[in-house]
T-cell receptor, first 114, second 115 residues
Framework: QKEVEQNSGPLSVPEGAIASLNCTYS??????FFWYRQYSGKSPELIMS????GDKEDGRFTAQLNKASQYVSLLIRDSQPSDSATYLC??????????????FGGGTRVLVKP | GAVVSQHPSRVICKSGTSVKIECRSL??????MFWYRQFPKQSLMLMAT?????????EQGVEKDKFLINHASLTLSTLTVTSAHPEDSSFYIC???????????FGPGTRLTVT
């Protein structure tokens, strides 16, 4: 079982609709959760970080965390063609030996169609 | 967000030569930086964790004598690919962790082609 799992997609979304991305993780000791956006041929860009249960909103993005279910999601409202990218879920353990390194999911490819 | 730069953005070298890639945190001090490699259509692969003033910690399967990492200051880490071969051709990306949080910010990446 992978440590961080995402549906690879592609997730096809009409322009203006809501894109919903899901991520599950296996390490119950995980404390920090991140969503990165990666355009083809580019490096990842941090778009959301979330540390406690519940929702966190930033512009058109909402991250949702449920530690009991080991589940984190990202909603993209009013999706635009420029949102077409691969979205990476990343998790950090607080175990010192892990060195705060990020464990990434495989990414979900999102296609927003005009 | 915090800014991380990488240099060069692209490099082409001949097989057997060495290449150095620099990673800088521009607006914060990073005690910890990370080096990743990504092949086309594949996930990021963590190569090593670089800590300022100490030896890097390499992931299993990564040759530390081939991929030399130096983190000599709080804003600079370097990755040297020694005796490069065509199979080392890849997209190399660094990230830096903001000290007050667990957030990591990525540099723009270096595309290495070994001929």
């Amino acid at each position: 079982q992978k440590e961080v799992e995402q549906n690879s997609g592609p997730l096809s979304v009409p322009e203006g609709a809501i894109a919903s991305l899901n991520c599950t993780y296996s390490d119950r000791g995980s404390q920090s959760f991140f969503w990165y956006r990666q355009y083809s041929g580019k490096s990842p860009e941090l778009i959301m970080s979330i540390y406690s249960n519940g929702d966190k909103e930033d512009g058109r993005f909402t991250a949702q965390l449920n530690k009991a279910s080991q589940y984190v999601s990202l909603l993209i409202r009013d999706s635009q063609p420029s949102d077409s990218a691969t979205y990476l879920c990343a998790v950090t353990s607080v175990i010192k030996a892990a060195g705060n390194k990020l464990t990434f999911g495989g990414g979900t490819r999102v296609l927003v169609k005009p | 967000g915090a800014v991380v730069s990488q240099h060069p953005s692209r490099v082409i070298c001949k097989s057997g030569t060495s290449v150095k890639i620099e990673c800088r945190s521009l607006d914060f001090q990073a005690t910890t930086m990370f080096w990743y490699r990504q092949f086309p259509k594949q996930s990021l692969m963590l190569m090593a964790t670089s800590n300022e003033g100490s030896k890097a910690t390499y992931e299993q399967g990564v040759e530390k004598d081939k991929f030399l990492i130096n983190h000599a200051s709080l804003t600079l880490s370097t990755l040297t690919v020694t005796s490069a071969h065509p199979e080392d051709s890849s997209f190399y990306i660094c990230s830096a962790r903001v000290p007050t949080s667990y957030e990591q910010y990525f540099g723009p990446g270096t595309r290495l082609t070994v001929t």
